[in-house]
């Protein structure tokens, strides 16, 4: 399993500038077995930011189930999981989180081959770049239908389950800093996040009492592999550096940073967390500039012509 490389700008003297590289891959944040005997769920963690993130539950040795839709995605990041150094036993299940009944079901397997499982990572979403007035229905639906309403089916079967065991729980939901900003280009995703980013709130409060912990993780640029066409576009179209040197890190992430965060909140050493949204970003969401950059309306900036309806 590899990471992109992260650099840092340099002065002319050759002093290094921006916040330093992470330790390697294969590194812990948290004590080996921290995760023992315990069963984590991702969703989407088939590729990607959430392979990331179950590599290094994986790696303090949790039992893992990852869900996805694709099969084949599944499986190949089962057999890679399986083999991450203090694995415990990875298993695969195909699942659309649209579907609360197939959410059962996925839950009732995972319950009889590991356990019920003790950390949900809801990292699973859609999205693509779109003016608004331009999103069809459909489209809507789409988005917002996995990101949020299958975060919530998801949340719901964690929950339901605990509460009926009287077992305590923790949920990592990934969220979006749009999710406080707003997100021009993408209405139907930034919408959807600021419902997942509301539900850590509100769950937080509800559940607590019952030893469920709910928290966010908003991932800022972490360039991988499995990244949306648009985000890997704009990432060819620039310079080799622009990407570092727009960061105020001058820098940008690397997955297992992700991953050490999501076993961080979900961890022992973190039950007096809760309701809370770690951003994990290098401060780029709290960017302001000294100079307003001149306003280019999203509809030039994808480069799409006049509206019509």
Not at 10 to 31: E, N
Request: charged residues 20%.
């Amino acid at each position: 399993m590899t990471d992109d490389a992260t650099s840092n700008h340099t002065t002319p003297d050759g002093t290094a500038r921006g916040l330093p590289a992470p330790p390697p891959l294969g590194a812990a944040a948290l004590p080996a077995g921290t995760y023992a005997g315990q069963v984590v769920l991702v969703t989407g963690g088939g590729t990607g930011l959430g392979k990331a993130i179950a590599a290094e539950f994986a790696r303090l040795g949790a039992d893992l189930v990852i869900a996805g839709r694709r099969s084949a995605r599944l499986e190949a990041a089962r057999a890679e999981l399986a083999a991450v150094p203090g694995a415990g036993r990875v298993t695969a299940a195909v699942c659309d989180i649209r579907d609360p009944e197939r959410i059962e079901e996925v839950f009732d397997a995972a319950q009889a081959a590991h356990g019920l499982p003790d950390v949900l990572v809801n990292n699973a979403a859609a999205n693509f770049p779109s003016p608004a007035e331009d999103l069809s229905p459909n489209a809507w639906r789409a988005v917002v239908d996995i990101t949020l309403t299958g975060t919530w089916f998801m949340t719901r079967a964690f929950g339901r389950r605990h509460l009926a065991a009287g077992t305590p729980g923790s949920i990592v939901n990934i969220g979006a800093s749009y999710a406080w900003t707003g997100g021009p280009g993408f209405a139907h995703s930034a919408a959807a996040k600021a419902g997942v980013k509301n539900l850590v709130e509100t769950l937080a409060v509800e559940w607590g009492p019952y030893g469920i912990q709910v928290n966010g993780l908003v991932p800022g640029l972490f360039p991988h592999a499995d990244m949306t066409a648009d985000v890997r576009d704009g990432l060819e179209r620039a310079a080799p550096d622009a990407k570092d040197a727009r960061q105020p890190a001058l820098r940008v992430g690397v997955p297992h940073e992700l991953g050490w965060a999501a076993t961080f909140l979900a961890s022992p050493y973190a039950r007096f967390v809760t309701g809370h949204t770690l951003v994990v970003d290098g401060a780029n969401w709290q960017r302001r500039s000294l100079v307003r950059p001149e306003v280019v309306p999203v509809r030039e900036q994808l480069g799409r012509g006049p509206f019509s309806p």
